[in-house]
């Protein structure tokens, strides 16, 4: 048996995360328009890092917390960061960015899953940033998996200004999961119909992987397919659900063996975090301004089932300003083709920030 589905969301963290290559994003110019400062923080049971990015001539000045997608790199010095601190700061704004636990100069475990931790840690570094005596007050901003970890800070910090949104999945990890592996079936070049088909045979998997369903309907499942055309090169390519290049899957010995030895390998799978209906922790957005941003052509995503959840999560609440913006034809992280970040994005979002900020005053 293969560990492909451990790669498979090695690569998906792309599924909840930020993929920014630097060979092409835009570098800050040369002319300084922020500094930098490093602190080690104190987050519950462990100490995070972080990096403020100070805008360039200003004794005071607020400040957005940047909260990254999923993956276990340090992103605090990241291209897309300075890309953000840049931007922020040509508008007399901060940035503060730090390594989640387990990442970089962070301490603890990483953890892909547990949201309500991790809005906690995110909460904390807000905290932080409240009590620096230059920085008159703290929004909130994210990508990808943020978008299930913001809102349970906002539970937690009560004065933050807003939260900006990027490129959040509405529905569940499981469900988004799902998509990706769809939209991957027809990047191999299946019909829609083949897709579908494949999804259903990853969905039977996963949740039999899950401890959701059992291991015979799976595996009826997984044989009802085993004669399309298409069955072998998906069964055996690295983004698969774990089984055998015939299509055999684990046996319920071998699966509780398996979750002993290497239990990592299913966290996507087992984690209770990975079925939760959000809408309730989306409506704790409901108590400040939120600006939500989708790329037309993501690939990780499905905005059409996404956005709507969100829509429907803070509707009725007229007194903050609850924004949506999807720029066409940008892919997750709000890039062109190319892999150039969005100009009208940044300046759109920085500008949106500055007037939460200013109209807070």
């Known amino acids: 048996m293969r560990n492909s ?23 800050p110019a040369a002319e300084a328009v922020y500094v930098t400062s490093d602190a080690t923080i104190p987050a519950g049971d462990v100490s995070l890092s972080t990096r403020l990015y100070a805008p360039v001539g200003l004794e005071r000045f607020p400040v957005v917390v940047l909260v990254t997608g999923s993956g276990n790199e340090s992103e605090i010095d990241g291209p897309y960061y300075r890309i953000l601190a840049r931007t922020f700061a040509a508008r007399g704004i901060g940035v503060l960015a730090y390594d989640k636990r387990g990442v970089g100069g962070s301490t603890g475990t990483y953890t892909g899953s547990d949201f309500a931790g991790l809005g906690a840690d995110a909460a904390a570094v807000a905290n932080y940033a409240l009590s620096l ?30 939260a900006i949104l990027v490129s959040p999945a509405g529905v569940n990890p499981h469900e988004q999961v799902s998509y990706f592996l769809y939209r ?40 009802s397919y085993s004669q399309r055309r298409w069955f072998h090169a998906v069964v055996t390519h690295p983004y698969w659900d774990e ?92 890039q062109t083709p190319e892999g150039r970040v969005y100009p009208d994005y940044l300046a759109a979002m920085a500008d949106w920030a500055r007037a939460q900020f200013d109209g807070g005053r």
């Open 133 to 162: 005596p230059q920085v008159e007050a703290v929004g909130m901003w994210g990508i990808s998996q943020a978008g299930w970890i913001i809102p349970s800070a906002v539970r937690r910090e009560r004065s933050l200004r807003f």
């Open 243 to 334: 089984m055998s290049p015939e299509g055999v899957i684990l046996t319920p010995d071998q699966l509780a063996a398996a979750l002993q030895e290497r239990p990592g390998a299913f966290e996507i799978y087992r984690e209770h975090s990975s079925f939760v209906n959000y809408a309730g922790v989306y409506r704790a957005l409901r108590r400040l301004p939120t600006l939500i941003i989708y790329g037309g052509a993501d690939e990780l995503v499905p905005v059409d089932q996404s956005r709507p959840l969100f829509e429907r999560a803070l509707r009725g609440e007229h007194r903050r300003a609850h924004d949506f913006r999807v720029f066409a034809g940008a892919s997750h992280d709000i």
């Open 5 to 27: 589905f451990l790669a498979a969301v090695t690569v998906v963290l792309a599924f909840m995360g930020l993929a920014v290559s630097p060979a092409t994003a835009q570098a």
């Open 184 to 223: 991957q079936a027809l990047s191999w070049g299946l019909s829609p119909e083949e897709a579908a088909e494949t999804d259903r045979m990853h969905r039977a998997v996963s949740l039999y992987y899950a401890g959701r369903a059992s291991h015979g309907n799976a595996q009826v499942i997984v044989d």
